[in-house]
């Protein structure tokens, strides 16, 4: 980091400055020109407040040098996280397939679904019990009965399940649950991500709607600020001005994320596209920019889903998306 002072700057304010700074643990290399004075910073400057310096009378601007994430940080953790669920490994070149329902709607559903997803090589099991709508009309999710659904589902298949949390209330309802998600609504829910911090679950952070790869990466740095290190990044697609799609799957995100972090990242073509037909080709591509895995919404019924029918495909079609991705994984292989 480094500081800009202003012209003049007062000997006492500096000085509190420079007790304020050795206080954080860094180590202050003044360099004085005939204008300005600058301040550089060496040392973890993570805990620094940029914005505190930048209210100082006495400071023109500050300009931060390193990421204001360690823990997420791949240049503290140059090899990749490999987070173990059950015998499945997530990350470090290894391929996991999410899917399942966006919804759990009843024992026959989930049970049909998660036997198709499985049969077709899907690793874990997906379903919500709690659901984020954008109506309050809606059908919002069977809540705990959804969660005593997916562990039955479990326990038929051997398929880990994941399921979404929605507020801190919840957790207690967790304690049987594989994998946590965090939707893109909750992506900044700041105290519910400091207390799944304080767990050891594995926890899959979905970026939120319009949020920068650093907001997303800084949320994951809030679990694992906490000492909980197993987060998996999720790239669902972002707000853009597009309507003809859900949202705007950012594949960019994929290898941006993996050069600025350690962390596992999965993608979902089917919320960031909002429609069945993109979820094969997006798939495809996905894999193709060395994304960890997938996670995709499968429905026995689409046409009578209780939410995101229109983006979600048969057992059949999961099967056959899964083969090419299975193909591309091999093409690209050679690819370094
Ligand atoms: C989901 O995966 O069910 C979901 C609601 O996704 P998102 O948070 O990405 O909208
Ligand atoms: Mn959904």
Redesign the pocket.
Known sequence: MVILLKENAEAKKLQKLMEMLEAKNVSVKMTEGQHQTILGLVGDTTEIDIEQLHALDIVEDVKRIQEPYKRANRKFHPLDTVIKVGDVAIGGGNFTLIAGP?SVESSEQLCTVARGVKEAGAHLL?G?AF??RTSPYAFQGLRGEGIKLLLEAKAETGLPIVT?IMDLSQLPLFSEVDVI?V???NMQNFELLKELGHTKKPILL?RGLSSTLQEFVMSAEYIMSGGNPNVIL?E?GIRTFETATRNTLDLSAVPMLKQMTHLPVVV?PS?ATGLAKLVAPMSYAAAACGADGL?IEVHNDPQHALC?GSQSLTPEAYAQVVKGVMAIRECTASIE
Do not use: F, I, V, Y
């Open positions: 966006c997906r919500g659901k984020p979404e998600q939707g893109a609504r979905k999720c669902r979902d919320h996670m995101d």
